[in-house]
């Protein structure tokens, strides 16, 4: 991982669209502060589109959405995406019907219970209604779930058919097929018609931890924020760019040196 002072102005106006995570990139522990929020605006105003992406839900991906200077909510680590349409209408996009989503739910349910009866260090995270694809158990938001029991509870639910994902709070189950590279190609084909390659390599994607691992792999420019350098055995790719600060204060040093590169 570089120090941002090595990023090239060649290199920041290369791309059209910052993509990134929240928890810990954005947030600061579930906080959004002054200075984080401000940097969207300034990264928003260099012509950059902005694209949340996250493992949070879908429920949350919609305020976010509507309220802040983005272009669309990735939520569920890519699974579905909140934007607004040609009509100045919010929707969510999804591929697949709600009746296959309320029966596939219903089946992460049961592999959620299975998981909690065997590991009781981990409890079901606090946001699971406004899931729309997903099960998340907490992990690190109000419990601390030693890292050998969450290795075994993913081997578990991978057994049980489910795939999983790890944040620095929470771990997923789901069916889906997509990670926080392919969901955001999806969408982009999906939105803006854009080739799914070249969306991934003009596009930056700022994160911090395992769930962030296919993005740090795909995105043209990847950038990490400080808290990143404990997850970094966790990552098959490091991300490009480190900045010296954590998490919000990290995300803004980041949004800066991308301002003044591009001029
Ligand atoms: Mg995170």
Redesign the pocket.
Known sequence: MRPLLRLSSEEARAIDTVVF?????L?DHGRLTEVAYSALFRLREAGLALVAS??RPAGWAQLFARQWPLTAALAENGAVAWARGDDGRYRLDDPLPLAERARRRAALREIAAQLLERFPALGLADDNDARHTDMALDIGEHRRAAPEDVARARALATSLGARTFA???HMHLTFEGYDKATGFARWARAARGDDPTRALKRAAFL???G??APAFAAFGLTFGVSNVASHVGKLTVPPRYVASRPMGAGFAEIADALVARRG
């Not at 995570?21 to 990139?25: A, E």
């Open positions: 995570d929240l928890d810990d990139t947030l996250t493992g944040s620095s709070v994160g911090d931890s769930n962030d």
